[in-house]
């Protein structure tokens, strides 16, 4: 059983151009949640999603970003237009039933905007 | 609100010392709590949790963190550290009942064991 799988591990974006980070949750999972660490801090949460439902977006920025979770195929954080201040690590994290007490985290993708 | 602080940024220590990750939190309302270690290059790993029952929980691999309610504290401690253990060890707590998907984070504390 593979664990939760992000992709890209480094993604490199221009200011302006568009970065979607993947996320594969462990098989078996249905929920799935995004954090941010910015440099030099800790995580905070972003969204939680369910298959085709948004739970909780009360951590994502209120422009630019947004996610979503597919009944087929992996969750997806998108980021338009970005700008310097969004280069950070994203990482997902995914549990069976709601809540974070049985969550695993993925490696994260490092978003470098120059 | 929650929040989290842990008091060191960084820990240097020798192998086989004992070890003290200090780590305290604030809150309204009853928590979980969580310690989670990141190796170099890598993603986040759960190493305990505090839940319920005992305040006294233990790793697989020697660490052991007690939970202090009227100190409101979670420090992690192991009594003779490994290079291996070399890694940045995050705090973080969540709300006991409703949203408890939400972890709050401290900063991190980065153990260096050095030979």
């Known amino acids: 059983n593979a664990g939760v799988m992000q992709n890209p591990r480094h993604l490199v974006r221009r200011r302006g151009q568009e970065a979607r980070l993947r996320c594969s949750p462990m098989?078996?999972?249905?929920?799935v949640y995004w954090y941010r660490q910015l440099p030099e801090e800790g995580l905070k949460f972003m969204v939680y999603?369910?298959?085709?439902?948004?739970?909780?977006e009360s951590g994502m920025p209120k422009e630019r970003f947004s996610a979503e979770f597919p009944k087929e195929g992996p969750s997806i954080l998108r980021i338009q237009q970005v700008v310097r201040g969004d280069s950070a690590a994203y990482f997902c994290?995914?549990?069976?039933?709601?809540?974070?007490?049985?969550?695993?985290f993925g490696q994260g993708t490092r978003l470098t905007v120059v | 609100a929650q929040s989290v602080t842990q008091l060191d940024s960084q820990v240097p220590v020798f192998e086989e010392a004992p070890v003290e990750l200090r780590c305290n939190y604030s809150?309204?309302?009853?928590?979980?709590l969580f310690w989670y270690v990141q190796y170099p290059n890598q993603g986040l790993q759960l190493l305990l949790k505090?839940?319920?029952?005992?305040?006294l929980v233990e790793s697989i691999n020697g660490f052991e963190a007690e939970f202090n309610k009227s100190q409101t504290s979670f420090h992690l401690r192991k009594p003779s550290v490994h290079i291996s253990d070399t890694a940045e060890y995050f705090c973080?707590?969540?709300?006991?009942?409703?949203?408890?998907?939400?972890?709050?984070f401290g900063k991190g504390t980065l153990l260096t064991v050095n030979p």
């Open positions: 994290a995914s549990s069976p039933l709601t809540g974070l007490t049985e969550a695993f």
């Open positions: 098989k078996g999972h249905s929920h």
């Open positions: 999603l369910q298959k085709e439902n948004i739970i909780d």
């Open positions: 809150s309204s309302v009853s928590v979980y």
């Open positions: 505090y839940l319920s029952g005992s305040t």
């Open positions: 973080a707590v969540s709300n006991s009942g409703g949203s408890n998907y939400k972890l709050t």
